[in-house]
């Protein structure tokens, strides 16, 4: 007696679950720790700590530029040094040459490659150690607003 819900010349085909159940569990898998986390791994100088908060905003990458005791680097590269608290790089008036170089440099390939500004594009992603005073940080982000990036996003690690 067969259940096969056809005729009797109908060719039986076995169906075998227990591979299509690994196929499903390796994507269930790869799903889960796909949307499980949202943190984001950062590159950034070895001596930058960064301060704590209790944060619940998700992480959205733009520029990032981070500001350690020693140096300033954009997307990772060292454009200007800080010493004893101060930066030394040149200015012209309050506008401090290396980083707004790099900044216009950079909008100007974003603004190439995707021809038109994004919603994103005039967003600095800061990183900054937690012990560098206002002093230090202030310059910093005057310069990046007259480069055409007057909106920022403080990195912070979440307590």
Do not use: C, H, W
């Not at 949307?35 to 619940?56: G, H, M, N, R, Y």
């Amino acid at each position: 007696m067969s259940f096969s819900g056809g005729s009797d010349n109908e060719f039986d085909v076995p169906l075998n679950l227990v591979a299509l159940i690994d196929v499903l569990t390796n994507i269930l898998f790869f799903l889960m720790i796909g949307f499980a986390a949202q943190e984001v791994e950062v590159k950034s100088a070895d001596k930058l700590q960064l301060p704590v908060s209790t944060t619940k905003q998700e992480i959205e990458l733009s520029v990032s530029l981070a500001i350690t005791t020693s140096e300033i680097l954009i997307e990772g590269i060292p454009v200007a040094r800080v010493v004893d608290g101060q930066i030394d790089a040149p200015r012209d008036g309050d506008k401090l040459l290396p980083i707004y170089d790099k900044l216009n440099a950079l909008r100007a390939a974003r603004l190439e490659k995707t021809a038109g500004l994004s919603k994103d594009d005039d967003v600095i992603f800061l990183l900054a150690d937690r012990s560098a005073p206002f002093t230090l940080l202030a310059p910093v982000m005057k310069t990046a607003a007259m480069a055409g990036y007057p909106n920022f996003r403080f990195a912070v690690v979440k307590k």
